[in-house]
Every structure is written in structure tokens, then in C-alpha cells.
């Protein structure tokens, strides 16, 4: 039997909040917005200038730039499954893009919440690590500016091919396990490497990537990335960028989810220009450290 939606459908639009949709906000829904100093504030209304719906967000400086961290999104429950949800989502990230703010930010622990900013293409870190309440603490990111940046420089005398299993092997245990030898020291078998090589099959730069399963309520497959590198005397020649481009397409084909780079502040600006998201530690944290790049596959 269809469950019945006994949500009211009501006609709505969605700005940005003025100063006294803001106190009421504030006063009547989230108290803390002065303790955070949130200064950005989007809301829904009905046709009485009734508020259904919020987004309020702090501006913080980071690495990027400034990025807008999402404190809380909500909407009055008689009023869900109706769209209210995404379209303060939507005008958040248009006034987002006239500001030129780098990313949105933020975390859910609540597990309904998950799927909606999954279906909105934000990407996922921390997933299925649970706090002492036993609610997942999952970051969420995304980059406003998703322009598509086109690599121009093509080579031929490189070719991007799997790397057999002596080649990973000796790339695992030169580079991968230098990095974090706890958590990849029994991972061997499960990373797999490719590899751009000249004609005579010299390695000029490689990437590797390892299959993470994401947890419930959300499905499917991440890969992350735990090294990346090319040999000094051959960068800025394309090479690092089509090895992305390569494990993208493999990804693609595999129905991948999410690329994940564990590494990212050791080339912060490399995995800017091949279009992964950032995720910076100094909105949640005192260190302006990017920990973390995301790529949205599916």
C-alpha cells in the first residue's frame, strides 16, 4: 500500500533572510546563531510571509579563500517532502556564486539528512565512523565553481597503462606505506596503481587508489586516492592531470561513487585545477590545513 503524504502543500518562495526573519530565526529555532556569529541566512515563506523553512551559515576564511560552513538546514515538518529543503540549497549556492565563495561546508549526524546531501552532490568524508552517541559524524562538502578546467597539454611520448602487481607492490612499499603505515599495512593486495610510462616502459608518475565501501543509509563504492606523484624532472607536462583523468574514467565505467585524495594538502592547488572539491580543516578546527579532496562520480 502507497503511504499517504499527509505533509500540507502550500505555495512558497525561498530569499535571503532580512534582519527580522533573522531574529525570529534566531530566537524561535536556533539559539546560537549570535554564540556562532552565523551571518548568512536564507529562508522559505509561505504566502503570509509565514517562515517554513531555513539555511543559516557562518563565513569563514580559508585556504580557498572564504567559504560558507552550513550550521543547520531545516524545514517545519507539516511542510516536508515538498522541495523546500533543496531550493534554499539552491539559492544558497547562487548567492554563493555572486560572492565568489570556494565551497559550502558542513557536517550531518543525522542519518535521514544524509540522502538529501548525497542527492545534492556533496561529497562525503569521515563516513561510517561513529561517535561515543553512536551517530555518524559525516563532513559534507562542495564546490560552488564546478566550470570545467580543460588540461591543453597533450603528450605522445607517455602512455597511462595498469601497473602490474610488481611495479604496485614496490610503489606500495616506497611510497604508500611512508605516508600512513597503520592504516595501509595490511591494505597491499587491495591497492591497485596506475602508471604513465615512456617507451620504454620507464615510470614517469603514478596514482593509486583503494575501494572503500560506504555505509548505510547511503550506497556504493568510494575509491580513495592515497598517493599520487611524478617524477620532478617530468612535471608540468600534463602527466599527474591525466593520470586523474584516467582513474575518473575508470571510475566511471566501475560505478564508482566518490574520489577521495587522503593526501590533498601536499597539492592543494593540483587537485583544485583537475575539479575536485576541498574540504578545509580550519572550519571546524584551529589549523588551516586542507585535509581532504573529493571528486562526485555518481
Not at 544524509?114 to 559525516?138: A, P
Not at 564546490?143 to 588540461?151: A, G, L, P, S
Not at 555505509?215 to 591525466?242: C, K
Request: hydrophobic share 40%.
Amino acid at each position: 500500500m502507497e503511504k499517504e503524504n499527509l505533509n500540507t502543500q502550500i505555495n512558497y518562495k525561498v530569499k535571503k533572510a532580512g534582519k527580522e526573519q533573522t531574529d525570529i530565526i534566531s530566537e524561535k529555532f536556533y539559539n546560537i546563531m549570535e554564540e556562532k556569529n552565523i551571518s548568512v541566512v536564507f529562508v522559505a515563506i509561505d504566502e503570509v510571509e509565514n517562515i517554513v523553512g531555513y539555511l543559516v551559515a557562518e563565513e569563514k576564511t580559508t585556504l580557498n579563500g572564504t567559504d560558507w560552513w552550513i550550521w543547520n538546514i531545516f524545514t517545519c515538518p507539516e511542510h516536508r517532502r515538498q522541495g523546500i529543503g533543496t531550493a534554499l540549497l539552491k539559492e544558497t549556492i547562487k548567492h554563493a556564486e555572486q560572492k565568489n565563495i570556494g565551497h559550502l561546508q558542513g557536517s550531518c549526524t543525522d542519518t535521514p539528512a544524509h540522502l538529501f546531501w548525497f542527492k545534492n552532490n556533496f561529497c562525503f568524508i569521515k563516513y561510517g565512523q561513529k561517535l561515543d552517541n553512536e551517530n555518524y559524524s559525516h563532513m559534507i562538502f562542495y564546490r560552488i565553481d564546478k566550470t570545467e578546467k580543460v588540461n591543453s597539454k597533450e603528450h605522445e611520448d607517455y602512455r597511462i597503462i595498469k601497473a602490474e602487481k610488481e611495479q604496485a607492490d614496490c610503489i606500495f612499499d616506497k611510497y604508500i606505506l611512508i605516508i600512513n603505515q597503520e592504516y595501509y599495512k595490511d591494505k597491499k593486495d587491495d591497492i591497485f596503481v596506475f602508471v604513465a610510462v615512456d617507451e620504454d616502459k620507464n615510470i614517469l608518475g603514478f596514482i593509486t587508489a583503494l575501494a572503500d565501501e560506504m555505509y548505510e543509509p547511503l550506497d556504493g563504492t568510494v575509491w580513495l586516492i592515497p598517493y599520487i606523484f611524478v617524477r620532478p624532472e617530468f612535471r608540468r607536462q600534463g602527466i599527474g592531470s591525466a593520470l586523474v583523468k584516467e582513474i575518473v574514467n575508470s571510475a566511471k565505467e566501475s560505478n564508482i561513487t566518490q574520489l577521495t585524495a587522503i593526501k590533498a594538502n601536499d597539492a592543494l592547488e593540483f587537485w583544485r585545477n583537475n575539479n575536485f572539491d576541498i574540504f578545509y580543516w580550519s572550519a571546524v578546527g584551529k589549523v588551516n590545513t586542507a585535509i581532504v579532496a573529493g571528486l562526485r562520480i555518481l
